[in-house]
């Protein structure tokens, strides 16, 4: 949780405030009973490929879920023992976007030429770590994250946690 408390600044308030409210006697009490990964439904990227590491450690693929206002497919995948979270994986269906919409993200999303978990070393564990916190491809534009903003409703997240897409004039727009 180090690296989302340091990225997501409102983390430790609300860790106070538990604290506080009795809920938790530390932050150290606090268990990720899930965790939510998005994807992108484009070549070498997605569901597909993305669940390759989960897999690899144990995890079960179960449920297909969709949600159709999100124009999302997900799965979930169960822990191989039950102190690990379950794992979520959703995958933006990028084909049911607007042809612009379509076009900002394969702008991006073409700068990955091959699976990306097929070269990594799965039982490598710092080098899983690195690859779930290292972006694919370049932070996209304030511009382009407000257009595709608008258009699915939520801000999206398929960068690396804590990566603000830049503000017209090349400054960090806040995400947290």
């Known amino acids: 949780m180090r690296r989302y408390r340091e990225r997501v600044p409102d983390v430790d308030g609300v860790v106070r405030a538990m604290i506080a409210a009795g809920l938790v006697d530390s932050v150290g009490a606090i268990e990720n009973d899930h965790i939510a990964f998005r994807t992108m439904g484009v070549p070498h990227l997605g569901i597909a490929s993305f669940e ?5 450690y144990g995890y079960a693929k179960r449920d297909y879920l969709r949600f159709d206002g999100k124009k999302l497919d997900a ?6 023992v ?3 979270p379950r794992i979520f994986i ?5 084909d049911e976007l607007s042809a612009d919409a379509q076009r900002i993200i394969r702008s991006y999303t073409d700068e990955v030429t091959s699976d990306p978990v097929d070269s990594l070393n799965l039982d490598d564990g710092a080098a899983v770590d690195q690859f779930l916190h290292s972006p694919l491809w370049r932070t996209p534009t304030w511009e382009d994250y407000q257009r595709l903003a608008d258009e699915s ?5 398929e960068r690396a946690p804590g990566e603000a897409p830049e503000e017209p004039d090349g400054s960090a727009e806040p995400t947290g």
């Open 52 to 56: 390759k590491i989960f897999m690899h």
């Open 75 to 80: 799965y979930w995948y169960a822990p191989p």
């Open 82 to 84: 039950a102190r690990y």
């Open 90 to 94: 959703s995958e933006l269906c990028v």
């Open 153 to 157: 409703g939520e801000r999206p997240t």
